[in-house]
């Protein structure tokens, strides 16, 4: 156990000794190879003085890590077990960092205050809730400025796309309104317990700033969802119950210089943000 971080074996005694087995329902697929924690931990640039937020830390891989690089980290474990097993965990391998551990239990999509403004958002998520989680995070959280996610490949895909793009969508436009991200590598299955049957990818992003309206978020983000309910209908069409008629959606469209013959797709969170403050 080298610099005490968890290899293969010992992240599958932890779970024996605690009678831990991990379960589709919550996403656990608990990251078991020590060098994949310290590349993440070297992409996420995080040390001391910062508060990293960690979701799902699971056995305590990436945890150990990142206390490792000097950072203080609250973890949000939705397993009770896994939340009451990583403080022993953390205090046998890294005693000298224990104190820079806060866990809690809970959902991390529930989640609205912790006891420090986190700085960082670095995790590996459960796949089948990653873009949710993420959203909320970033906005209840505006202390949040940058991060680090590992999530599945398609979901990278989703949340990186640009307008245009074959994968560009709700994600897409949503993950825009708060942040800049990127593809920061690939993940192989083989570093995970139990193998995933998916590729994985880290996601990096930078806080920007919403795009200037007098729409509000939520306006926004409802115009979002009904011009993509159904792709392949143009805005004027996919609008009309958002906007109330055909009609209405048209001008409330050409009242935001967008062409109401135009798809979800081509547009950038801004221009639906123009579109949001059209509506009366």
């Known amino acids: 156990m080298p610099d005490g971080l968890l290899g293969a074996a010992d992240a599958r005694a932890i779970a024996e000794q605690r009678g831990i087995r991990p379960t589709k329902q919550l996403g656990q697929n608990f990251v078991v190879d020590a ?19 960690e979701v799902g ?39 000298e960092d224990a104190a820079r551990l ?14 420090a403004e986190p700085a960082a958002l670095v995790a590996n998520l459960p796949y089948n809730v990653a873009v949710p989680i993420v959203l909320h995070l970033l906005e209840a959280f505006p202390s949040l400025d940058r991060g680090l996610v590992m999530v599945q490949a398609e979901v990278a895909d989703r949340l990186v796309a640009p307008p245009g793009s074959r994968t560009y969508g709700v994600p897409s436009a949503k993950f825009a309104w708060f942040a800049r991200g990127a593809r920061t590598g690939s993940v192989p299955a083989s570093v995970f317990w139990p193998v995933p049957r998916v590729e994985s990818q880290l996601v990096s992003f930078e806080r920007q700033a919403a795009p200037e309206t007098s729409a509000t978020r939520e306006q926004v983000f409802a115009c979002i969802d009904a011009a993509f309910a159904q792709r392949r209908k143009t805005l004027r069409s996919a609008l009309s119950g958002w906007a109330g008629s055909p009609q209405q959606a048209e001008r409330v469209l050409r009242e935001a210089g967008i062409d109401p013959s135009a798809r979800g797709e081509s547009l950038s969170v801004t221009e639906f943000a123009r579109i949001a403050a059209a509506r009366p």
């Open 35 to 53: 060098n994949t924690v310290r590349r993440i931990v070297r992409l996420a640039d995080v040390g001391p003085g910062d508060v990293v937020l």
């Open 57 to 95: 830390p699971g056995l305590g891989s990436l945890t150990l890590g990142l206390l490792a690089s000097g950072a203080e980290v609250v973890a949000i474990e939705v397993d009770p077990a896994l939340a009451k097993a990583l403080p022993d965990t953390v205090g046998r391998l890294r005693p």
């Open 102 to 115: 806060t866990v809690i239990t809970g959902d991390a999509m529930r989640v609205t205050r912790l006891p």
